[in-house]
């Protein structure tokens, strides 16, 4: 298995339609054929979840987006999904909270309903990524254990003494 930087535009993200976070959504029915993930449907029905369930808080992703850029400090990881006319497409893996704030603003700008300053739509046009490579089950286990690192696990909060001005941490 190997990880290798590349470059993005969101256009080329897809949507987790499979998100772990939807598993305890009242209704939530996995997609069970991959070739289906791209469609329309399934993708914008993958972008509604992720913003308009409360627990997801999107909208204050989208305004720390808004105010301070998209901060690639933890990465982003995506697979290929398939390349057509030499453009390839990446289904998200890590990360589709955030992509899915960076798709929302970008279509509010469109539609014309928000603006965003040029140094921070330079931040969400175009970024870097990690595209996990190698065999299938190869990916899969490396997704199973970047789940538990992220999302079970989870990043442990500091405590008192560590947040204090000053400290060596």
């Not at 449907?41 to 992720?50: E, F, N």
Request: proline share 4%.
């Amino acid at each position: 298995m190997k990880l290798t930087s590349v470059n993005v535009k969101p256009e080329q993200l897809l949507l987790d339609p499979n998100n772990y976070r939807f598993h305890d959504l009242d209704g939530y029915r996995p997609i069970i054929n991959q070739r289906k993930y791209a469609d329309v449907h399934v993708q914008d029905k993958t972008l509604s979840l992720l913003q308009f369930t409360p627990e997801f808080q999107l909208q204050s992703l989208k305004d720390s987006i808004l105010t301070n850029g998209f901060i690639p400090l933890e990465q982003l990881v995506v697979e290929e999904y398939d390349t057509s006319d030499g453009k390839t497409r990446y289904l998200v893996v890590e990360g589709n909270r955030r992509i899915a704030a960076i798709k929302t603003l970008l279509d509010e700008y469109q539609s014309g309903s928000i603006s965003i300053p040029k140094d921070i739509m330079n931040t969400i046009r175009e970024f870097r990524v990690i595209e996990l490579t190698g065999s299938k089950d190869e990916r899969a286990s490396f997704k199973q254990v970047l789940m538990a690192i992220r999302h079970v696990a989870g990043i442990r909060a500091w405590g008192a003494y560590c947040k204090r001005p000053g400290s060596l941490i």
